[in-house]
């Protein structure tokens, strides 16, 4: 008998594939709206599929003959096929030297790759393709026979060393995760962190509270600071404290130990009391924060930073100051993953139409909120090997807990939308209005993104499946001024937990021209974390260095609680 499998760790290859793939999940907002296995189930599409293989049967002859032979080699023995090396569903030995496991896995591998190509070779447009592709890769990710618990031999190894504890285990965790959503399985315990105790601990103060926000200044760590803060706008699906992970992972503290003033809005939220919340709700209180920002700390303009959602937002609001003479009150900005170019922005982008946005928008109307657990549950099957099955098998077939991980814990600490925001993001989707000058409307100003001509600085991911590196770097392309993008080697959110101690890391930085493939081709990669590059970047914009004030808040905005608040607690 082999040795038993690896656990998924937070260090482990599947856990990191995991965390690239864990998002702000504020482009799906509509599939998160409606029952998901609506989406996996892409009849229109399937149905040109089937007219263009009628059509042009040739290729699908050719497919049918290749895996029959395929199929009879794999029943002779003769089969040569194998699972790639990064392939960890396969790891285990028995995989290989058990005639039978071999055989069905050689099966597997040979109908799933005659399925895939079949759609990849069809004669599709883009939406078309990006569906079914979707469909097709949950549809091969579910059958793979290491999920199947008669065959895997993880879970018959993990059962037999506990005289059967495990299967008891894992259909505990099974029904545990089925009675409530997200209806998937765990990816980190609800009690593997506390906010405040071990994650989104850097010290502060709340020093303005709304209704809609609570503003936090954090204490400075060095005795000289920069006149001019930093203001950071999260998503408005997800907590802030994707800034603010653990201790030596947060990018949060990383600023204040550079010198850096450092506040951030921790959003509310909101439940059906709140339904009439829109774009010009958050982006007043996002004006609200900027503002707070500059008179506690006299300067006499400010920064702010939108990751996701929030820096969509961002942008529309610095564009309603931007029109309204009011540009010298921000002196730069920072978006990080930020898609304001919906055209082709990957499956999210693909999975949208006019019918599904309208019965999106009627779900969350009734509500009076989209909930953030219904789009976890979206996100987790675009990436089901990663977010599913990989947790199936530990958790469920292995009766493990899954480990204590703080990008997932993060993750899976939702929030709800509000309908009247959800109602216009999934419109402004819709239009790509964010393209057009003057497509909408922000505060009753036109947003034209051209007329924002401070420097910005613009985050991707090059392994970023939800927000497309080249989707963001088109919308980098939309401002007026002198505009540096970055492009990080990570995924959606791991290219924003970079810490410098990450030795994996590497990142292109170049001002923007050309179309995003030249941008790529003529940047060459830089080994280390961009944060780094983009405290020399700050440094530059954040003016002349002063002494760090000695108490948090100011006459106006006293501090009325310790970060990280009330509102980041709310459930």
């Known amino acids: 008998m082999s ?74 023995g003769t089969s040569a096929l194998a699972p790639g090396p990064k392939d960890r569903r396969f790891a285990d030995e028995a995989w290989r030297s058990n005639p039978v496991l071999r055989r069905l896995l050689q099966a597997y591998l040979a109908t799933s790759s005659a399925g895939t190509e079949l759609v990849a070779e069809a004669d599709l447009d883009w939406r078309d393709r990006e569906r079914l592709t979707f469909a097709m890769d949950n549809l091969v990710a579910a059958l793979a026979p290491s999920n199947n618990p008669l065959l895997n031999p993880l879970g018959w190894r993990a059962a037999a060393q506990s005289r059967g504890g495990s299967a008891l285990t894992g259909a505990r965790n099974l029904v545990a995760d089925l009675v409530s959503a997200p209806r998937v399985p765990t990816m980190v315990a609800s009690d593997a962190f506390e906010v405040g105790k071990d994650i989104a601990v850097t010290p ?55 010198g850096q003033q450092v506040f951030v809005i921790s959003w509310r939220n909101p439940d059906a009391r709140h339904r009439g919340w829109n774009m010009d709700t958050y982006g007043q209180a996002i004006l609200d924060a900027l503002d707070a920002a500059r008179r506690i700390t006299a300067a006499d303009s400010v920064i702010p930073l939108g990751f996701c959602s929030g820096g969509i937002l961002l942008s529309m609001a610095l564009a309603a100051l931007a029109h309204r003479g009011e540009a010298d009150r921000f002196a730069g900005f920072v978006l990080g993953v930020c898609v304001l ?8 982008s693909a999975l949208i139409d006019e019918r599904t946005a309208a019965l999106a928008k009627f779900a969350s109307s009734v509500r009076g909120y989209l909930d953030g657990r219904a789009l976890a549950e979206v996100f987790a099957w675009l ?33 709800r939308m509000a309908t009247g925001l959800h109602h216009a993001f999934v419109d402004m989707g819709l239009a790509n209005a964010l393209t057009k000058p003057g497509g909408i409307t922000m505060l009753g100003a036109p947003v034209d993104l051209t007329e924002v001509k401070a420097d910005g600085y613009v985050l991707a991911g090059v392994a970023d499946h939800i927000s497309p590196w080249q989707s963001c770097y088109r919308g980098a392309r939309l401002f007026g001024g002198d505009v540096t993008f970055v492009l990080s080697s990570s ?51 954040s003016g002349p260095e002063r002494p760090a004030p000695s108490a948090l808040g100011g006459p106006d905005h006293p501090a009325v609680a310790a970060a990280p608040g009330e509102y980041v607690l709310e459930r």
């Open 383 to 415: 990436r089901p090997n990663d977010l599913v099955w990989n947790y199936w098998v530990n958790n469920y077939l292995q009766g493990r807990q899954p480990p204590a991980f703080d990008i997932l814990y993060w993750n899976a600490d939702t929030t």
């Open 341 to 348: 170019d919906q055209s082709r922005a990957g499956t999210a």
């Open 491 to 541: 995924g959606h959110i791991a290219s924003i937990v970079n810490p410098p101690e990450n030795p994996k890391a590497s990142y292109r930085a170049a001002r923007t021209g050309g179309d995003a493939e030249e941008w790529q081709a003529g940047t060459p990669p830089t080994k280390g974390s961009w944060w780094p590059d983009f405290l020399a970047w700050l440094v530059e914009r």
């Open 3 to 76: 040795a038993p499998g690896p656990a998924v760790t937070p260090d482990s290859p599947d856990a990191a594939a995991a965390a690239d793939q864990a998002v702000a999940l504020d482009m799906l907002l509509v599939d998160g709206a409606l029952w998901p296995a609506i989406r996996l189930l892409p009849a229109n599409a399937a149905v040109r599929l089937v007219l263009e293989v009628a059509r042009h049967p040739g290729g699908a002859l050719r497919r049918a003959g290749e895996l029959a032979e395929e199929l009879g080699r794999v029943a002779l």
């Open 204 to 258: 502060g103060a709340v020093v303005l509270r709304t209704e809609v926000f609570e503003l936090i200044q954090y204490t400075p760590r060095t005795e000289q600071v920069r006149t001019r803060p930093l203001v950071l706008v999260p998503p408005v699906i997800n907590k802030y404290y994707i800034a603010d992970l653990r201790p030596g992972r947060s990018l949060i503290e990383y600023l204040v130990h550079n």
